[in-house]
Structure formats: structure tokens, C-alpha cells
């Protein structure tokens, strides 16, 4: 018998389209034009048996009916497996159509059933079976094989299945791993569900009848088996899968079984009890013996799937395998405990928890899960647990996520269902990953916290004892508190609250509790509650508080943007209903308690609830007489503290208590205008004094005036205090700290702190138009008279007074700067102020003295905290300043200062150099060229005068200077195109510094500068080859007579940089870093003559280029004419004779015009010397480079 077993693959995977992808095998097509169209299945089963193995293929009926340009499909299902692929049938009737046919002819059928798991394998080949007559023949398993022909480019595989020996042939492109368990797509996403149904619906309906006619499953257990041993992954894959969902429902039938046997038992039992002997007891003995040889003939196949199938694929090759055999044996244990939950099995699940896949990890911890949720199967795996309790634990750590989360809840599960498995110091292991940034992770370690802390308490209480309830809640918060206090995360209570919000929410919402809890004074029976207690206690309250009202997790914790769905929603804002309701009342006396003698934190955490209040309550439900007691509390509060962060967090709360839009709006504004009454008016009466007693001033008044004017300050950051002309009174302090000297640090911070706070408080308002126009013109003069009282406190005494009046001054220079101003309304345009260049100046001299500091000199006894924090602030001064240059409020060449420290300070400011230098960049490329350039002239003239004639190529501050050119130079990329003009422009400034200044040794000496041009060739990879030739013949203009004959080691860098120029390879990484080369050669030497000749007669073509000057990049022009000028004058004495040969080089001349496309004003006849080099590598380009006394190596 021959059969067809075609299954789309590749083709059909790109045909997702289609109802019903055609098949590319010709002999199908061939059988398919032959054969007549079936219309169904129980058609197909009247025909003969020769016609049914032929038509085993797919066939289809395709009506297309045309709708404008839509066509429609409908496809027949013929096939077993084209039923599964479609899933349109209902499994039930197709099984009972296919048991019937069976009970016609259980060899057809068994057939298409062979043929529908060879076809679900992505078969595409043919399938041939042959009945062999004598199983025990020793050819038989000779001839099981699988092998393949090189010839036909076939696979083949033979092997037995009961009773026929099948032949598969397939290509061998079948193992491209594409095959329908694979596939993706909405054509085959259900195959598998559907696949898995059709067996488990299959062995349901035989259960009672075919199954144990010891035919049909032998032979399909056989085809699995022999499927499952392929090398093939398509084959063993399916039919692994096949196998172990035929394992489960074969336990599935096990089990009803085991249930018809013991009510045979029982029936048996009574009928025995009877006493009575009659034909209904034998029929019932006869009935029990029949369910135990079914059972036997169960337990036998099961034992076959097990040990031919399960045993050898558990460790396949294949995780999706293994991930299979794992997910189904936790199935069997859990459902047929008292057969597979033994140790016998469970290794199987335990050896691979060390699977390297994650997946197969996940499976097994998914069957550990439903297994200990079971407290009868856990009584079973006593040995399981202590053997890979270890493992389970380590896996806590797994780098997946998943299999984390789901080792904890296994962990727990352990907890609580298997008495004393985990110990006091597993579960400290488990604690701290409440604080897991992955927050399932921390959700699953959550739960067994509370079930460890909480539920082993016995905290099921009744709803109707009430008092017993807050009891329990008391005694639970104390438990939780006593833990966030011992575990490492303790500064972040807002993980905590995240992770236990699901199990403890409760919990977490008994604010009554807590607020009793820290009102209460405890009893002289009741253990003390500890300040650091309550100051704990305060801070889970408030991130509770904060969980409740945003239901946003922590910062670091967020997974992604969340959409709330309307029932989260409304849930969020019950419960902020629910604590404004309660902490209107009770935050007063909160803060009337802890106010005083209470430590910061607990006044810091307490005044960031009203942020989280429903401020609409306060008016809806009357309680106006309570948000009095509350700013009267927070008046107490800034009238006794002075520090930063509690005075900034009452100003935010008036600021939130404040807004516009509530009805309590002038209730809150008319305090804080009581309370701005009082600390002006304090102030201004302390100032007067100070003014008229001048040194008579004793330190409890100045201590009365800088936290007066410290609490001004901090609320003049976030609210408008303008109407009450601080800037006079503050300026006034700081023009007498000017002149005579007797104001203290502190006051002077403060005072000019609240100047620029008034100042932008001003400029605001002016923007805004609402202010008159003398007002205007007051606001102006009035930032110019502070820029000039910080710049004077520039020199002050104290360092910190200097720091803080320059990164005043730099914000306001910020502030009014053109750049920012035009951006913003055409009211505040007339305010931009330029500063002079002596302001300019003596800001990058503040710098340099206090930000490009050497750490060797000082630091040396501080602690590594006060370096950081040292570090800190300078990183800010130079920030300050970075950002005038990036907004263009100073110069750009004062920037050449800060450029030239970033290789020498790197680690510290790096980031902010390299940042400021592209910004400069960006805004213009040949400024930010010409500062690069002038930051390495800078260097090195620092070089020369420190080192003098002793200052080599090779020391290393030259070698940190050329480490900076190449810094530079990678700074403006790799499109040479966009940095011409600027590298051009850089050149030039280069070349022009490098031959500026005479050597004082003699005219036969290099000059002065010449080394420079060392440094310069780390730019010569950014020019373009057009650029290069360019800088090459501008260079050349500056070599007079003798120093084209000159050679030695104090040449090198002019031979270097000539080389670079030459170099016009594609790449960029042409080596400039040496000059070396071997001693000039006698042919080098009788060359200069004509290098000499070649060069002056370069000079004379300066009128014909400066009139095909306007090709050439402007930043070549000026220079090349001067110098041309420069050199005409110097070789004027030398006679008649001399000029003549000084006749114009066509060479030269041809190859400059050349690349900037201007034409030629010499013969055609006339060729370049680099056009010659171009054309003839040989010996041409060697003259060329004779004439430029470089080494041709």
C-alpha cells in the first residue's frame, strides 16, 4: 500500500492568505488532475480501499464568487489533518466518523492515521507500507535504518510499525525546522490546541471500545516510537508531542477505570453480604475482571510510552522537547499522584531544575507549583524537598525573571503546606527581594513575606470584633516596622508599600491605625514605641498614602507606560477620599506632636501629605476650621526651624494649598500674606539695626537676621514676595558687606539668593505684561546693579561666598542673554544684556583658579565623601560657565581655556568638556575650529617657554598635547564634507603659528614654532584629497631656500606634516605620530635644486590664482596672498637672472586650478606632477616625492 503524505511548508507558510495552500509536489498534482473531487469525509469512507489510500492527499472545492474586485474561498476539509489544520469541524463528530470507519476496516483507517502524524510533521514526501510476515525474522531490524541518498539528495527512513514496516522519503530541506508545530501566523496558530484536542478527544471515544482491542494502540504507541528516534526534529518533535498528550489521556482513562473497579468492588461486597448465590454476583465478578485486564492492558501502554518514548526524549537536544516531556509529567503527577508522585519520577523533574534553557526551567517550577499547593502530595515529597530544596532556593536568582518569580512561589507554597522545610535563614533570603527593581519579582517575595509575618500570627479575624481586629492591625505594624528597620533597603519604604500592596492592602490602608498608633503615648504595661520607630512608621504611612492616591509604582520599578483602567480608577480616588477624610483631622495633631521635639524625618514625611489631599473636601464637607489648624501648624513649623528641607517642603505645601481653583484659595492666601508680613517686617526692623550699630551687631541678631532672611529666601523660590521690595533692603546688606566688610557668610548666601529671586520674580511678571512700564525700566537697571555686586563678591574673602555669587552671576548673564530673551516675549527683548570682555575675562579666571585644580595639592586628609562632594560643586562652576559659551553669551575663543584642560582632567569633567565642544560645534564649525587651534597654541607655547630648547617631540607634555589634537580631530566626525571650511581654516591658523616667529639661534634654524606642525597633522585626515593638495601648496610658500636644503632631526615635523598632506588614501587613520626616516641619499640631495626651482616658481602664479581665487575655500585666500607678498619681498635683492628662473611652474599651477574646476591657463600639452604621480606609480611618483624630500619606503 502506497500513500502520499504532502504537507505545505515554506510555500504554504508564504500562502497565509489562502484557505487552502497548494501543494508543490508534482506527483500530487499529477494524482489530484486524476482524481474526481470528494465532497465529504462520509463520502470518502464508501469508497474502495485502493481509491481511499489514493486520495489520502488534499482535495479541494473552491467556489469564487466575484464582489467588485473580492474574491472568496471555501474549502472543503477531505483529511484528518486538513480537519485539524482548519479546526472549522467539531472534533467529536470527526473522531466517531473515523471510529466507525475503524470498526469497517481498521486497516484503511489505521493507515490515515498514520498518514495524518506523518503529515502533521510537515511531511512532504511519500510514505510506503509493507505487511511483513514473520516479526522474529532477523532481517527486520537489520533493515531499520534511516539514511540518506547522496544521489537523489532523499532521506529515508525505515522502521516498523504493527503490522507494516513504513518507508518514509522526504527531502532532506524538510529539517529547515519549518513544520507546522513552528509555524507562525493566524493560518496555523491553532493547529497545535487542535492537535493536542483531537488526541485527547480520540482515546475518550475509544476508552470503552477500540482501545483495548490490543491493535490500534500498539500500532500508533509503535509509529511514536519510531517517529520520536528520527533524526529529525519535525518527527520527533510531533510525535513526542503526540505521544505525551496520549499519555495523559491514557491516564485520564486509567483513572475512570480505577473508578469502575471500585464500584464493581462495592457492588461485589454487597452482593457477597447477601449470603445468597446467584448469577448477578458472577456476572459482577466476571464485570471486575474484565476492568483489571483493562487496567493491565492500560498500565502496560503507559509503561511503553514512558520508557520507549519519555525516557530518551526528557534530555532531548531540543528544549521544546524537553519543555514537553517536563510540562506532562507534572500533569501525571498531580493527576495520578499515587502512581508517578514517587521519587522514581520526580528525578526526572528535579535533574532538569538544571536545564540550561529557561524555558524547561519554567515548565518544571509550573509542576512544582500545582504539586505543592496539594498538602497530600506534599507529604509524598519529603525526600524531593530536601534533596533540591538548594536548587530551588539558587534559582531565586535565575536571570530570567520568570523563573524567579516562579521559584519563590514554590518557596512559599513549601512554607506553607511542608512542616519546618525552609529555616529562619532561607527565609532572611527571600526578604530582601521585596526591594527587586523587577516587580513581579517583588510581588511573589511580598507574599511570602505576609504569609511568613502575618499569617503565621493568626491574623483572621472576624469582621464583627472590631477591637480585636485594630489590635491585631496594631501588633501587625509594629511587626512590619521592626522589619523595615532590620532589612538593608530601610531608605526605601516605597518598594516595600509597592511589593506588599497586593497581599497587605488592607494593611497598608489602616490609617487609623497608624495615626493611633503615633498619637498614642503608651502605657506603662505597653512596650515603648521608639522615636526611630515612629520616624519608620511615618515614612511607610506616607509612601501608603502615596501607593493609594497615584497607584504608580516607585521610580525604577515602572514597567512600562500603564493605561488604568476605569476600576482602578475609581478604587484610587475612594481611597483618596477616604485618607483626606481622615488625615484632615488627624495631620494637625500629627504635626502639633511632632513638631517640637520630633525628629526631622517625621516632620519632612508629614508635611508631603496635604500634596496627596482632595482639597474639594474641605469645602464640601465644611472642615474650613480644620485647614486653619493646619497652617497655623505649619506657621509654628517656619517660625522654629531653619533648616533647607523642612522650610522647602511647608512652602510646597502652601504652594499646593494655595491653588487658584479651589474655594479654599483666599482662605490660604491671607495666611501666607500674615505670615510673609511678619518675617519682612522682621527683617527690615533687624537690617535697620544693623545698619546704625555696624560692629556693636552681637551674633544672636545676626543669627535672628539669617534665619529670618533664610526662611525669605526659601519661600521666595516658589512664591512671588515682590510686593514687599526685598531687592533694596538685600542689596542694601550686600553693598555694606562691600565696603565695610562686617556682614557674615551666611547672611551674604541668603542675601544674594533672595536678590536674584526678586529679580526673576520681576522679569516674570514683566513677561507676563502685568506689570506698569516704570516698573520696566527699573527691573533693568536693577539686574545690572546686582550682576555688578556679584561681580565684586567675586573677590570676596570666603570661598563660598565667591562660588555662590559666580553661579548667581552666570544664571543671570544666562537669563538675560539675547539668545535666551528673543525666544520669549517681545515685553522682556530690551532686558538682554552683552557683558563686557573684562567680565568675560575675569569669568574664565574664575574658573581656571577654582574648577582646574590639581588633586595632588589638596584633599590630601579628607575623606572620600568630602572629595566627592568637593567635586561636586566644581562640576557645577564649570557647568555654569559652559553653558555661556554654549549660548553664545561670552566669546567663543575665552572657551579655548576650558578645551585645553580635557585631556589633563578628564576623569573629572570630561563629560562636560566633550558636551560644550559639540554644542560649540554645532553652532558654528569654523569658530569652534579657530578655539580648538588656539587652545593648542596655547599648550604649546606653555611647553616652550616652561622646557625652552629643551622641549622635545617625545617628552611627554608634547605627547599629551598631540593626544589632544587627535581628541579633537575625531570630534568632528567622519563626513569630511561638513567639516571643510573649519579644517581648512584650522590649518591655516596652524601653519601660520608654526613659521611666525625666528628662531634667535641663526636663520640655518628651524623656527621656533615648527614643532607645532606635529601636532598639526593629527587634523590632516579630516581634508578632503582636493583640501590637501591645497594646504600642501600653502605650506610650501612658506619654506624659504634654506630651509628646503636644511635636513636633520629638528626637520622631522615639517617632513612629517608634508606627509600627511600627500597621504590622500580613502581611510582615516593615516599615521602622523612620526617623522623618522633614513638619511637623505645622494639623489635626494641633487633633487633640491629642482625643488627649489619648483617652489619659486610656484610663488609668481600668486595674480592668477587670486583671480580663480573664488573656487578656493575663503579661509585659503587671505593667507596665500599675504604670504606670496611676504616672499616676494625677501627674495627681491637676488637679481635679473634669479627671476627668470622664478618663471611660473605650469605644474603647480594646473594642479591647484585644477580641483576647484578652474580652467587651465596653460598648455593642453602641459601635465601636473600630482596627475602624473596619479597615472604612473612608478617612477614618477618617486620624483614627486624626491621634490618633496620624503622617503619613499
Request: hydrophobic content about 35%; overall charge negative; some cysteine.
Amino acid at each position: 500500500m502506497i500513500a502520499d503524505a504532502e504537507m505545505p511548508g515554506r510555500d504554504s507558510g508564504q500562502k497565509e492568505n489562502e484557505s487552502h495552500p497548494e501543494s508543490d509536489n508534482d506527483l500530487e498534482n499529477q494524482r489530484r488532475r486524476s482524481q474526481s473531487t470528494t465532497a465529504s469525509w462520509k463520502r470518502r469512507r464508501d469508497q474502495p480501499e485502493k481509491s481511499r489510500r489514493r486520495s489520502s492527499t488534499t482535495r479541494s472545492r473552491r467556489k469564487i464568487r466575484s464582489n467588485g474586485h473580492q474574491q472568496q474561498d471555501e474549502v472543503e476539509a477531505v483529511t484528518l489533518f486538513e480537519v485539524v489544520r482548519m479546526g472549522k469541524s467539531a472534533m467529536q463528530s470527526v473522531v466517531d466518523d473515523w471510529i466507525e470507519e475503524y470498526k469497517q476496516d481498521r486497516n484503511a483507517a489505521l493507515l490515515d492515521l498514520i498518514l495524518f502524524f506523518i503529515q502533521c510533521s510537515g511531511c512532504r514526501g511519500m510514505v510506503t507500507a509493507e505487511v511483513f510476515q514473520n516479526m522474529h525474522s532477523p532481517d527486520i531490524r537489520r533493515k531499520m535504518t534511516e539514511e540518506f541518498d547522496e544521489e537523489t539528495g532523499l532521506q529515508y527512513k525505515k522502521f516498523m510499525v504493527y503490522p507494516w514496516i513504513l518507508n518514509v522519503t522526504w527531502p532532506l530541506e524538510m529539517d529547515s525546522g519549518d513544520y507546522p508545530l513552528t509555524m507562525t501566523g493566524p493560518y496555523w496558530r491553532k493547529f497545535k490546541p487542535n492537535f493536542c484536542e483531537f488526541i485527547s478527544v480520540l482515546i475518550q471515544h475509544c476508552q470503552y471500545t477500540i482501545i483495548h482491542d490490543e491493535y490500534l494502540m500498539d500500532t500508533v504507541i509503535s509509529l511514536l516510537a519510531g517517529l520520536s528516534d528520527s533524526q529529525l526534529r519535525a518527527f520527533r518533535h510531533t510525535s513526542t508531542l503526540a505521544a505525551m498528550k496520549l499519555m495523559t489521556a491514557l491516564i485520564n482513562v486509567s483513572l475512570s477505570l480505577r473508578v469502575q473497579l471500585h464500584n464493581a468492588q462495592r457492588q461485589c461486597e454487597v452482593e457477597k453480604s447477601n449470603r445468597s448465590h446467584n448469577r448477578g454476583l458472577e456476572a459482577l465478578v466476571r464485570k471486575k475482571g474484565e476492568i483489571l485486564e483493562k487496567q493491565e492492558n492500560i498500565e502496560n501502554l503507559m509503561d511503553a510510552i514512558f520508557k520507549g518514548i519519555f525516557v530518551h526524549r526528557y534530555r532531548d537536544a531540543l528544549f521544546e522537547i524537553r519543555a514537553i516531556c517536563i510540562e506532562e509529567i507534572g500533569i501525571w503527577m498531580k493527576t495520578s499522584s499515587d502512581r508517578f508522585l514517587t521519587d522514581s519520577y520526580l528525578k526526572y523533574v528535579g535533574w532538569t531544575l538544571h536545564d540550561k534553557q529557561s524555558d524547561v526551567r519554567l515548565k518544571c517550577l509550573i509542576g512544582l507549583v500545582n504539586l505543592y499547593s496539594d498538602k497530600e502530595c506534599c507529604t509524598k515529597m519529603d525526600l524531593f524537598t530536601c534533596r533540591f530544596k538548594d536548587r530551588i532556593k539558587s534559582m531565586i536568582l535565575d536571570k530570567e525573571s520568570e523563573v524567579a518569580v516562579q521559584a519563590i512561589k514554590v518557596l512559599t507554597l513549601m512554607m506553607q503546606n511542608c512542616d519546618e522545610a525552609l529555616s529562619s535563614e532561607d527565609c532572611k533570603q527571600l526578604y530582601h527581594f521585596v526591594y527587586s527593581a523587577h516587580r513581579p519579582v517583588a510581588l511573589a517575595a511580598a507574599e511570602f513575606l505576609h504569609w511568613k509575618l502575618f499569617c503565621s500570627q493568626d491574623s483572621e479575624v472576624p469582621d464583627e470584633v472590631q477591637e480585636r481586629k485594630d489590635t491585631h492591625h496594631i501588633s501587625h505594624l509594629k511587626t512590619l516596622v521592626n522589619f523595615y528597620l532590620k532589612s538593608e533597603g530601610c531608605t526605601h519604604s516605597a518598594y516595600l508599600v509597592d511589593s506588599l500592596w497586593d497581599s497587605s492592602a488592607v494593611l497598608l490602608k489602616d490609617w487609623e491605625s497608624m495615626t493611633a498608633l503615633l498619637l498614642q503615648d503608651g502605657g506603662p504595661e505597653e512596650e515603648a514605641f521608639t522615636d526611630l520607630q515612629k520616624a519608620a512608621l511615618v515614612e511607610v504611612m506616607l509612601s501608603s498614602i502615596r501607593q493609594a492616591a497615584e497607584g504608580l509604582p516607585p521610580g525604577g520599578r515602572c514597567l512600562g507606560k500603564k493605561v488604568q483602567m476605569g476600576k482602578e480608577r475609581k478604587s484610587h480616588l475612594d481611597d483618596r477620599a477616604k485618607l483626606t477624610e481622615h488625615f484632615i483631622v488627624a495631620l494637625p495633631q500629627l504635626l502639633a506632636k511632632f513638631s517640637t521635639h520630633g525628629e526631622k524625618v517625621i516632620k519632612l514625611n508629614l508635611l508631603q501629605i496635604p500634596q496627596y489631599f482632595d482639597l474639594e473636601v474641605y469645602s464640601t464637607l465644611q472642615l474650613e476650621k480644620h485647614l486653619d489648624t493646619l497652617l497655623k501648624q505649619i506657621k509654628e513649623i517656619v517660625e522654629q526651624e531653619v533648616g533647607s528641607e523642612v522650610l522647602e517642603f511647608c512652602s510646597k505645601a502652601y504652594l499646593f494649598l494655595s491653588k487658584e481653583e479651589l474655594a479654599a484659595h483666599e482662605q490660604v492666601e491671607l495666611a501666607k500674606s500674615q505670615l510673609f508680613d511678619q518675617l519682612v517686617g522682621k527683617f527690615n526692623l533687624l537690617l535697620k539695626d544693623f545698619l546704625h550699630k555696624g560692629d556693636r551687631f552681637d551674633e544672636d541678631e545676626s543669627y535672628q537676621m539669617w534665619s529670618t532672611l533664610k526662611r525669605i529666601t526659601t519661600f521666595h523660590n516658589a512664591h512671588d514676595i515682590t510686593r514687599w521690595n526685598l531687592l533694596n533692603s538685600t542689596c542694601k546688606l550686600l553693598k555694606s558687606g562691600l565696603e565695610d566688610g562686617n556682614v557674615t557668610e551666611p547672611i551674604i548666601i541668603q542675601a544674594i539668593k533672595c536678590s536674584y529671586f526678586d529679580i526673576m520674580w520681576q522679569l516674570s511678571k514683566v513677561s507676563e505684561g502685568i506689570s506698569p512700564q516704570s516698573m520696566q525700566v527699573l527691573v533693568g537697571k536693577q539686574m545690572r546693579g546686582f550682576c555688578y555686586i556679584c561681580r565684586r563678591y567675586l573677590t570676596n574673602v570666603s570661598n563660598v561666598v565667591r562660588e555662590q555669587a559666580f553661579v548667581i552671576l552666570c544664571d543671570l548673564l544666562l537669563v538675560f542673554s539675547h539668545e535666551v530673551l528673543s525666544s520669549g516675549h517681545e515685553n522682556i527683548e530690551p532686558f538682554a544684556y552683552v557683558p563686557e570682555a573684562s567680565l568675560q575675562s575675569e569669568l574664565v579666571a574664575f574658573v581656571m583658579d577654582h574648577v582646574f585644580i590639581p588633586q595632588d595639592n589638596e584633599n590630601v586628609n579628607k575623606d572620600e565623601e568630602c572629595k566627592v562632594g568637593i567635586l561636586h560643586n566644581r562640576r557645577n562652576l564649570l557647568a555654569a560657565f559652559c553653558k555661556l559659551i554654549v549660548f553664545s553669551v561670552v566669546e567663543m575663543d575665552i572657551a579655548a581655556d576650558i578645551f585645553k584642560q580635557y585631556i589633563k582632567y578628564y576623569i573629572d569633567y570630561g563629560d562636560i568638556i566633550k558636551e560644550t565642544l559639540s554644542r560649540t560645534r554645532q553652532i558654528d564649525k569654523i569658530q569652534c575650529a579657530k578655539t580648538l587651534i588656539q587652545s593648542l597654541k596655547q599648550l604649546f607655547s606653555e611647553l616652550v617657554e616652561a622646557q625652552g630648547s629643551n622641549a622635545t617631540r617625545w617628552s611627554q607634555p608634547f605627547i599629551s598635547i598631540k593626544d589632544l589634537a587627535r581628541r579633537f580631530s575625531l570630534t568632528f566626525g567622519l563626513d569630511q564634507l561638513k567639516a571643510r571650511e573649519a579644517m581648512s581654516m584650522l590649518h591655516k591658523n596652524g601653519i601660520e603659528f608654526a613659521f611666525r616667529d625666528v628662531n634667535a639661534k641663526g636663520t640655518n634654524q628651524p623656527p621656533s614654532n615648527l614643532a607645532f606642525l606635529d601636532i598639526l597633522s593629527e587634523f590632516s585626515p579630516k581634508l578632503l584629497k582636493t583640501d590637501k593638495r591645497t594646504v600642501f601648496y600653502c605650506l610650501e610658500r612658506f619654506i624659504t631656500d634654506q630651509m628646503a636644503v636644511e635636513s636633520g632631526e629638528e626637520w622631522l615635523p615639517l617632513a612629517a606634516y608634508r606627509r600627511s598632506l600627500l597621504d590622500t588614501r580613502d581611510d582615516d587613520t593615516t599615521s602622523t605620530s612620526s617623522g623618522d626616516r633614513s638619511p637623505s641619499s645622494p639623489v635626494q640631495h641633487s633633487s633640491k635644486a629642482a625643488s627649489l626651482k619648483r617652489r619659486h616658481q610656484t610663488e609668481d602664479s600668486v595674480s592668477n590664482e587670486e583671480q580663480k581665487g573664488k573656487s578656493l575655500p575663503s579661509c585659503l585666500m587671505s593667507p596665500l596672498t599675504s604670504t606670496e607678498h611676504r616672499d616676494h619681498e625677501r627674495h627681491a635683492h637676488q637679481g635679473r637672472s634669479y627671476t627668470k628662473e622664478t618663471a611660473m611652474d605650469q605644474d603647480g599651477l594646473q594642479s591647484l586650478c585644477s580641483e576647484y574646476n578652474n580652467p587651465t591657463i596653460m598648455g593642453n600639452n602641459e601635465r601636473t606632477a600630482t596627475e602624473e604621480a596619479a597615472e604612473s606609480p612608478g617612477s614618477d611618483f618617486d620624483d614627486l616625492n624626491e621634490v618633496l624630500d620624503i622617503d619613499n619606503d
